[in-house]
């Protein structure tokens, strides 16, 4: 069993547990006060216990919803682990009950996977966040619960290296790796799991014990399999993740410094923006297909533009804005005429001069000050892109959020959906948008079967998104969504199929819709859009490691027939 890292002694973990209230907790016999845990760990007699958290408890409502608040859950309690030995726990003893379990890690999933209405058991890994030097395994190990932009600080301060993970600061380390992975580095160093070396995972096995397992990308790793999953299987499928552990490919040495890429001294940002009430039918596909055009013409890794990540904003016109942001290694050769040369592209043949991003734009903020391209150390640059975000930091919202893969500069009847549906009078919502961004470079240096995230000839992706606060505002804003996205694609059935123009949808924006037969006509399952050719081996992983469909959601793996 791998020990806790840096952790609290039991003693003072138990102080902790009695000082916040009372909170009951886990041990090896069992439910008990506190104070018995107490005096029977003095004897030794227990394993480490773990905090649970009740409807008693004043933490409860806190940390039975994520930041989607839309799903809510009522589970019997919430538990806190720290330790591996302590999730294993949680889980043997919830499927000895026979006890419905789902896993919070940031919380940020977009659907109902973790709060649900059937859960009983939250497991919250939330405390093992650690990040630190495995000289074990030669690698530097992230635990499950650890955020993003802590993961950064951590790796980036202490041996000057990262990995190219996603923008938004609290996103749980254990569903976006799981998931692929995508960031501002992608286009130079590839997604998150092209550095993944190992992945810590407790499973349940056929007679329902559960059981901790390590995973590598070595050859002759025996759970080899369960490893490859995990890099882009997406999360909730085949046990809880616990850590990671990652090295990339071909580094040597045992110096941390040097296992993993460093991410670019400085970079360049640039934010600006075009006014709606400027942009013509005409100016909008133009700017649009600039976009995609450019992605598909520099899909293929090796060139200059390999070092420029960039997301378009398209927003609902009661946004009043159309925006773009950029981030370019700064230290590359004439890095200011490679953004200006990009620049050049995206506007050619459009007559309307740009200007400085005022207004907040779906994830992203306002950044006036950034109109001019501005130089900014990249973890300053990480901080400033990630957290100054205010959908992310709004406690109240709800949302609903849709995406897709393009490999082509869009199609016509595309971007007429797009403007016809992003210029509708019957919504008033500057949240509503879709973000354009990119892919290619080294995420396409990758095959798609060489790991479990399929999707790497995709040129760019699309993310729609909207939010409310008012439950009055759910079910226009629900219905603007579906038939924004599902009419942009009527020609394949209501969804990015895979095929000489898209390329299917990003698990880690899940959307329940596509496997509902009302919205999905297509004939291709969301399984599908989601892993492509990937899934039949991703369901034999399902059946190795969780036959007994533990590990399960609205929209999991599903066990082979066969």
């Known amino acids: 069993m791998v020990q806790d890292r840096g952790g609290m002694g039991r003693r003072n973990f138990l102080a902790g547990g009695a000082a916040a209230g009372g909170a009951a907790l886990l041990t090896g016999t069992g439910l008990v006060s506190p104070a018995a845990a107490a005096t029977a760990e003095e004897s030794g007699a227990l394993t480490e216990p773990i905090t649970a958290v009740t409807p008693a408890d004043k933490r409860y409502k806190d940390l039975v919803r994520g930041w989607n608040q839309r799903w809510v859950a009522s589970p019997e309690a919430v538990y806190l682990a720290?330790?591996?030995?302590?999730?294993?726990?949680?889980?043997?003893k919830a499927v000895t009950a026979g006890k419905r379990l789902t896993v919070r890690g940031g919380g940020h999933c977009w659907e109902d996977w973790v709060f649900n209405a059937d859960v009983r058991v939250i497991l919250d890994m939330t405390k093992m966040n650690k990040v630190y030097f495995d000289p074990a395994k030669n690698a530097i190990a992230v635990e499950a619960g650890a955020q993003l932009l802590n993961v950064y600080e951590r790796m980036y301060r202490t041996w000057g290296v990262a990995i190219p993970a996603g923008m938004c600061f609290q996103v749980g380390a254990g569903g976006h790796i799981s998931g692929g992975g995508w960031g501002m580095l992608c286009r130079k160093l590839g997604l998150v799991v092209d550095h993944l070396y190992a992945v810590e995972v407790v499973a349940v096995d056929a007679n329902g014990i559960a059981?901790?397992?390590?995973a590598t990308r070595e050859a002759t790793d025996p759970h080899r399999d369960l490893w490859w999953a995990h890099t882009g299987g997406g999360g909730g499928n085949f046990g809880v993740i616990t850590r990671f552990w990652f090295r990339s490919p071909g580094a040597t040495g045992t110096n941390p410094a040097g296992l993993l890429p460093q991410p670019p001294a400085e970079v360049l940002v640039s934010a600006v923006s075009w006014p709606w009430a400027e942009m013509t039918k005409d100016r909008f596909a133009r700017l649009v297909?600039?976009?995609?055009?450019?992605?598909?013409?520099?899909?293929?890794?090796?060139?200059?533009?390999?070092?420029?990540v960039t997301m378009l904003a398209l927003n609902h016109k009661s946004n009043g804005y159309i925006g773009l942001i950029t981030q370019l290694d700064a230290t590359i050769p004439d890095a200011e005429g490679v953004l200006n040369r990009f620049l050049g592209e995206m506007t050619a043949g459009l007559d309307i001069a740009h200007q400085p991003l005022t207004t907040a734009m779906g994830e992203l903020s306002a950044m006036p000050e950034l109109a001019k391209p501005r130089r900014?150390?990249?973890?300053?640059?990480?901080?400033?892109?990630?957290?100054?975000?205010?959908?992310?930091?709004?406690?109240?919202?709800?949302?609903?959020?849709?995406s897709s893969?393009?490999?082509?500069?869009?199609?016509?009847?595309?971007?007429?959906?797009?403007?016809?549906h992003?210029?509708?009078?019957?919504?008033?919502?500057?949240?509503?948008s879709v973000l354009l961004s990119s892919f290619g470079g080294q995420v396409n240096a990758v095959a798609p079967g060489d790991t479990?995230?399929?999707?790497r000839e995709a040129a760019y992706k699309a993310a729609w998104m909207i939010w409310w606060t008012d439950p009055a505002d759910e079910a226009k804003s629900l219905q603007w969504i579906r038939e924004f996205f599902h009419g942009a694609y009527a020609d394949t059935g209501g969804v990015p199929v895979p095929n000489a123009v898209t390329d299917g949808c990003y698990v880690n924006y899940p959307d329940i819709d596509l496997h509902d037969p009302a919205y999905n006509t297509s004939g291709v399952p969301w399984s599908t859009l989601y892993y492509k050719d990937n899934y039949p081996r991703l369901q034999q992983v399902k059946k190795k490691y969780d036959p007994r469909n533990v590990f399960r959601h609205s929209q999991s793996i599903q066990l082979p027939t066969s």
Not at 289 to 308: E, F, I, Q, S, T
Not at 405 to 415: E, G, I, K, N
Not at 452 to 455: E, G, I, L, N, R
């Open 422 to 432: 992003l210029t509708r009078d019957d919504l008033v919502n500057p949240t509503a």
């Open 405 to 420: 893969y393009y490999r082509t500069a869009m199609p016509d009847a595309h971007v007429d959906a797009f403007y016809r």
């Open 211 to 214: 059981r901790t397992h390590v």
């Open 452 to 455: 479990a995230a399929p999707h």
């Open 289 to 308: 297909k600039n976009y995609g055009d450019w992605h598909a013409r520099n899909l293929k890794p090796g060139g200059v533009y390999d070092n420029l």
């Open 82 to 92: 720290e330790t591996t030995a302590q999730v294993q726990e949680v889980v043997q």
């Open 376 to 402: 900014m150390p990249w973890l300053q640059a990480a901080r400033y892109l990630g957290t100054t975000n205010p959908t992310l930091n709004d406690p109240s919202l709800k949302g609903d959020f849709k």
